[in-house]
């Protein structure tokens, strides 16, 4: 039996699976809106902004889900400077305080890039088009921030996984493929938001949708092997999922989450907008059943005498 089973639960749940799926789609979103700023076509431009202002929106809803997780929430300022001094506190040895700052520094990215965005929306407004914000836009500036908002928001998409890896709970520390795993399922996540977003805003070209599409299939395939890949490197840890979590991983994640929203793409060489948005939803209600399953089901581990029990 794995040492983990040992160990007490921090006892997490909706604030911190909320986070973990925000926090995921925030960088993912942020990812594919700088790669088509990028990389794309000057038909992609809307789809670019509306991607840097998910991110934008999707970083500051997860730092409020961590910060009203706290006992104290009124001191979560103490992640980042201390208390006596009001220095800056970083401590490179603790996975709170890393996280902390990667979560900080994404948002500043997440910012310059949806400011930059919204002065090519709203032309008209007088302070978003000073010289500053020009600057930003410029071709060296925004690659800038395009690169490395990318890096902050990939961290954070796979920090989340990371952070239950250190916990020493089994499931989250008897495997190094969770950060990973989250990794690609922000990817995939971040798409389907995208898709959906643009198709309620009407914001996206037909053209880039369909890229997008296209993305988040090749992801599913990815996310379903690193999946497998995961429950095998459990080893004998995974007969915890031998009760109605695993039905939960096996129906709602593996099935309505990535084996659907494949098979209804299939055979569609033209994709209607529609088709698109369906398989989105299931793709987000599957990354989200997943970080319940991964973080519900090694909270609810117990021990009884030598007998591993879950309720």
Do not use: C
């Amino acid at each position: 039996m794995s040492d983990t089973f040992f160990t007490g639960s921090p006892h997490w749940a909706w604030w911190i699976i909320l986070y973990f799926f925000i926090g995921g789609i925030a960088g993912g979103a942020f990812f594919l809106s700088a790669l088509l700023h990028l990389f794309g076509r000057p038909v992609d431009r809307p789809l670019v902004r509306l991607g840097y202002y998910s991110a934008f929106v999707g970083v500051i809803l997860s730092g409020f889900l961590l910060t009203i997780d706290l006992d104290r929430p009124l001191r979560f300022w103490h992640m980042l400077i201390e208390s006596n001094t009001g220095r800056p506190m970083f401590k490179a040895w603790v996975p709170m305080s890393v996280g902390s700052w990667g979560l900080l520094l994404f948002g500043l990215f997440a910012f310059l890039a949806a400011l930059t965005a919204l002065s090519e929306d709203r032309p008209d407004v007088k302070w978003l088009q000073s010289a500053p914000v020009r600057a930003l836009r410029g071709r060296g500036a925004a690659a800038t921030i395009a690169v490395l908002g990318s890096l902050f928001g990939f961290f954070l998409a796979g920090y989340t996984g990371v952070l239950l890896a250190v916990t020493n709970r089994p499931i989250w520390a008897d495997s190094t493929l969770l950060g990973l795993l989250f990794l690609v399922s922000a990817a995939s996540t971040g798409a389907a938001t995208l898709i959906l977003l643009a198709a309620w805003r009407r914001a996206g070209h037909p053209a880039s949708l369909d890229w997008l599409g296209w993305f988040d299939r090749r992801v599913l395939v990815l996310e379903l092997l690193v999946l497998i890949a995961f429950l095998i490197t459990l080893g004998s840890v995974a007969r915890a999922f031998l009760n109605w979590w695993g039905v939960l991983l096996l129906v709602g994640v593996v099935g309505i989450g990535i084996v659907v929203p494949l098979l209804m793409e299939r055979g569609h060489k033209v994709r209607a907008p529609r088709h698109l948005v369906r398989s989105a939803a299931l793709v987000l209600l599957g990354g989200f059943l997943l970080r319940v399953v991964v973080l519900l089901s090694s909270n609810q581990i117990h021990v009884l005498g030598s007998g591993v029990t879950g309720r």
